[in-house]
């Protein structure tokens, strides 16, 4: 071969090995871009239940709502993207729920509550919806850790102790029942605190909790509500000769809402919780904004967003006081509007208004809406003052939640004169139509009697009760225990009770058992399911079909077996936050709920000081090794209930390392406690601490989420602790102390705490 040739054939075979490689280069792309695009999800909208398409909706929330690819995917971007799958198929739901209400024209239950302890949601929600299996699973696929998923997410911080965990509860129960309602409240940036301990003392913190995103919310600009306050009222005459008052020169703020989904268990309703995020108002600051005032209008926006930055502003101050009836007012006003404007979507005739809408009153921090609701009628409606009224007091119905004097709302008139001008006219009005006309007519002449039940509290300054309020204004006022009514009648509003005597009904409070059973305990409620079927979450009666088990050895065990895995996992938890070592096979002695002297958690430390000095002064001393184990928070401004934390906090410190004693007692106080954690604690309770002074509990929830999940009750004859005693029977409870008539009996003999303590000598 020439010279010539030999290049030429090398030549050729180059340009065809490069021509070969660029070939393999291109196929091997095409191939890779093929598989990458098998892997990817395909944006495919859909709703489906099964497990393939909960994992496929995950996929695609990583991908294109927080735009993440799965393998970059921190784990709370994986938790934020299953609570949007599974959002999915709750809004599905809940937009043909709302159609259903809407199309029949439905009468609705609206809740009024200034606190909501939800807790979290996503698990709550899959148990509810039925998708549980499906989720974890689908999780499961995706290398993921369903329980390290789930605890991503934050305790959702809008309520402060049982007031909130009941309006959480009742709402999950009217969706249960396939019950029209909508709850309202205020959307907190921050919740009540986030709890530290440091050498014994609570330290409260910021709880952020919606650092992380909220996924399960819906924004609502279009459903936006203006809110007025302060200025001043000016009276007019209208073109029929008639006394018509202007409030004038209003501050105004803008309500935007937040929709929560509510999921009731096993049923196609989902109802919804609406939250109220203060704004200042656009319009408002733009004018402050062009008039050269920029330091002004951003001072105001400031103070209007800061009515829904906080749970429970501190009211030790003038200042705090005006945001506390703020705030209520805010979300109020914002609440009766939005209702105003659904029934005008279907309605005119305002008479009928009490006929398709139900406003209860959760306690009295909403009592604001009876004169609100007056207001709207009349100044923005037109209508007359005894439509109004007959209106507003068939529509409002009121829940009492305390005994205690102290703890019923009453504010300043010079507050609401500057704050609610015109609502203070209003509440006088009130006040003077029902003591000229329903007093009057029933103690003519008796002064005394209308010093006794009025609105204002003659004082300086005059109180406006809002308690009383309540009474007057609705057509029922529920207690919330058979004892707690009773005491109602007989004490607190005695005189009203003699009014009205078919107004004051006891309405026992009550727990969801989807969360506070099925949900946190699922070795306990998969026994029950096993043995009664699975329709007791929503029909609790049925768990009466597991007494005939009560004597069966098999049963016994596995019950037993059950709650010492419930033990192990909380001593795990213990252990992991503490560092403390406590023992499964000890009792665990359980008193979880807010800081009060009238909660006495004061008590149950003498007790356990009581035990530890028996042990050291006799090593031999018998007893049951057992753990106390307590959870509360104390109110920032309440000095005595704090250092009874600290006590707490102090006792476990010396009892936990003394070794005299070998473990027979531990104190554990875990911080911050929150609803999550509760869950971890109830299924894991021996015994149940409720040992509030009798007469001064109104119900209590705490002892029936402990009673639900096996734990025997130690407590007084208070609250619901009596009806609790009637259902299980004496023998299966362990009650001590005096009664309600034996407190108020020694009270009038005259107590002395130290005769107590100098004739016990081991106290």
Known sequence: ?????????????????????????????????????????????????????IKTSILNHLRFTLARHPEKASQDEWWTATCYAVRDRVLDRFMKTQRVHHEKKVRRAYYLSLEYLMGRLLVNNLHNSGLFEQTRDALGELGQDFNAIADEEADMGLGNGGLGRLAACFLDSLATLDLPAIGYGIRYEFGLFRQEFKDGYQIEHPDAWMEKGCPWEVMRPNFAQQVQLYGRVEHHMDDKGGFRPVWVDQKTIEGVPYDIAIVGYGAETVNFL????????????????????????????????????????????????????????????????????????????????????????????????????????????????DDAWAITSKTCNYTNHTLLPEALEKWSVPLFEKVLPRHLEIIFEINSQFLEHVVEAKWPGDGAKKAELSIIEEGYPKMIRMAYLSVVGSTKVNGVAALHTNLLKKNLFATFHELYPNK???????????????????????????????????????????????????????????????????????????????????????????????????????????????LLNDPAYEMNPRVFIFGAKAAPGYALAKNIIRAINKIAEK???????????????????????????????????????????????????????????????????VEICEEVGEENIFIFGHTVDEVEALKVQGYNPYDYYNSNWEL
């Open 1 to 53: 071969m020439t010279t010539t040739a030999k290049k030429t054939a090398k030549k050729t075979a180059k340009k065809s090995a490069k021509k070969t490689a660029k070939s393999a280069a291109k196929k091997t792309a095409a191939n890779r871009a093929q598989a990458s695009k098998a892997a990817e999800p395909s944006f495919r909208f859909s709703t489906a239940t099964t497990t393939d398409s």
């Open 274 to 385: 609406r939250l109220w995020d203060s704004k200042a108002s656009s319009e408002f600051d733009f004018n402050i904004f062009n008039d050269g005032g920029y330091i002004e209008a951003v001072r105001e926006k400031a103070m209007s967003e800061s009515i829904s930055k906080v749970l429970y502003p501190n009211d030790s101050t003038e200042n705090g006081k005006e945001l506390r009836l703020v705030q209520q007012y805010f979300f109020v006003s914002c609440s009766l509007k939005d209702i105003m404007r659904r029934f005008l979507a279907n309605h005119s005739d305002w008479a009928e208004f009490p006929d398709f809408n139900a406003i209860q009153l959760n306690d009295t921090h909403p009592a604001i809406a009876i004169p609100e609701l007056m207001r709207l009628l009349i100044d923005d409606h037109g209508l007359n003052w």
């Open 504 to 614: 004051l009904i006891n309405m026992t409070n009550g727990i969801t058992p989807r969360r506070w059973l099925l949900a946190c305990n699922p070795g306990l409620s998969g026994l029950i399911t096993e043995k009664v079927g699975p329709e007791w979450p929503k029909y609790l009666n049925q768990l009466e079909g597991i007494a005939q088990f009560a004597d069966d050895a098999k049963f016994q065990k596995r019950f037993m077996d059950i709650k010492r895995a419930n033990k192990q996992v909380f001593a795990d938890f213990v252990l992991e936050n503490s560092g403390t070592v406590i023992s499964p096979d000890a009792l665990f002695d359980v008193q979880i709920k807010r800081l009060h002297e009238y909660k006495r958690q004061h008590l149950n430390v003498l007790h356990i000081l009581t035990l530890y000095r028996r």
């Open 655 to 721: 009892v936990n390392n003394d070794s005299r004693i070998n473990d027979k007692i531990k104190v554990v106080f875990p911080q911050n406690y929150r609803v999550t954690m509760a869950e971890k604690m109830i299924p894991a309770a021996d015994l149940s601490e409720q040992i509030s002074t009798a007469g001064k509990e109104a119900s209590g929830t705490g002892n029936m989420k402990l009673a639900l999940n096996g734990a025997l009750t130690i407590g007084t004859l208070d609250g619901a602790n």
